[in-house]
């Protein structure tokens, strides 16, 4: 079946510090990709998407390509924020299917 | 600022009581979608509502019971509820359930605790 995994966390990092939060996918046919970022207490906010191979999602510096040939979506950022503290999620969706599948979920953490 | 809102922001009620939650959008979205979401989990999809008629039930038990009065406003009526179902209750929306490539909104959600 159509599958979405996340690299494990927590992830916790300083301030200033490179981040990548690796997704990987399984799927039939070809996905459209999305990163979502839950803050405390609120619901999901998408922060990025793609829809085609090699496209290149960005937003408030987060960035992630769409590789169809290692079937990865990995999120990257040059430098954090404490701000940016929140759990990730990669998020798969199927031309025809009407659900998102979601990977389990990153927990990052970054301190000051 | 969110554009699904959802009422209320947290309910607590006891396993014999009836509540609703509410959710609400205004960006003409034709697709609304109830999810489940435990603690350190991903959300997990309950129900699919396609121009207001339930087009996915995800074999969700009957004490909840999805309603979708127009186009902008989606219900979940709660009754004799377990304490299992203690979690965050998020609505979503989206243009079109066809409409694969485009994202979902969600709202803030309802924590729900039951007692």
């Known amino acids: 079946g159509d599958s979405v995994t996340q690299m494990e966390g927590p992830v916790t990092l300083s301030e200033e510090a490179f981040l990548t939060i690796n997704c990987t996918y399984t799927?039939?046919?070809?996905?459209?990709l999305f990163w979502y970022v839950q803050y405390p207490g609120e619901g999901l906010q998408l922060l990025l998407k793609?829809?085609?191979?090699?496209d290149k999602g960005s937003n408030k510096g987060f960035e992630a390509t769409y590789r169809k040939e290692t079937t990865s979506f990995h999120l990257e950022k040059g430098s954090v924020q404490v701000s940016d503290s929140a759990v990730y999620f990669c998020a798969l969706s199927l031309e025809g299917a009407q659900k998102l599948v979601f990977g389990q979920g990153t927990r990052l953490t970054i301190n000051p | 600022d969110t554009e699904v809102t959802q009422t209320p922001k947290h309910l607590v009620m006891g396993m014999t009581n009836k509540k609703s939650l509410k959710c609400e959008q205004h960006m003409g979205h034709r697709a609304m979608y109830w999810y489940k979401q435990k603690a350190k989990k991903p959300p997990e999809l309950m129900f699919v509502?396609?121009?207001?008629?339930?087009?996915i039930n995800e074999s969700v038990p009957s004490r909840f019971s999805p309603e979708c009065p127009n186009s902008s406003l989606l219900n979940l009526h709660l009754h004799a509820l377990q304490p299992e179902d203690s979690a965050l209750y998020l609505c979503?929306?989206?243009?079109?359930?066809?409409?694969?490539?485009?994202?979902?909104?969600f709202g803030d959600g309802t924590r729900l605790s039951i007692l």
């Open positions: 509502y396609s121009y207001e008629k339930l087009s």
């Open positions: 793609a829809t085609k191979a090699d």
């Open positions: 799927a039939t046919g070809y996905p459209s």
């Open positions: 979503a929306s989206s243009q079109d359930r066809g409409v694969w490539n485009q994202p979902q909104h």
